[in-house]
Nanobody, 122 residues
Framework: VQLQASGGGLVQAGGSLRLSCAAS????????MGWFRQAPGKEREFVGAIIWSGGMTYYADSVKGRFTISRDNAKHTVYVEMMGLRPEDTAVYYCAASTGVAPRRHYEYGYWGQGTLVTVSS
């Protein structure tokens, strides 16, 4: 599985941004696609994920109600729509793929894309 994340940038607090993760190389129906983020000096943090087959989503408490993950089957692409952004959301965001059951930990994901930087100014 190859993953390509994009869409990061600079946004003011309260603003919105949509990240994309284009996937290729496998049949994705058996995968969970996750988003993680890592701020400078901090550990990689789970943001949320979508179970490709069925589309069920789950999120970290820190983003619940502000971030929405979706997928486009035809484009093999997963999105995270981020609203109400806060300075503490500033991080490099990564997409990842797992064959686990509702995985939340980074070591449960075997495939990673390169990160895309999101900077939220106050």
């Amino acid at each position: 599985v190859q993953l390509q994340a994009s869409g990061g940038g600079l946004v003011q607090a309260g603003g919105s941004l949509r990240l994309s993760c284009a996937a290729s190389g496998r049949t994705f129906s058996r995968y969970v696609m996750g988003w993680f983020r890592q701020a400078p000096g901090k550990e990689r943090e789970f943001v949320g994920a979508i179970i490709w087959s069925g589309g069920m989503t789950y999120y970290a408490d820190s983003v619940k109600g502000r971030f929405t993950i979706s997928r486009d089957n035809a484009k093999h692409t997963v999105y995270v729509e981020m609203m109400g952004l806060r300075p503490e959301d500033t991080a490099v965001y990564y997409c990842a793929a797992s064959t686990g059951v509702a995985p939340r930990r980074h070591y449960e994901y075997g495939y990673w894309g390169q990160g895309t930087l999101v900077t939220v100014s106050s």
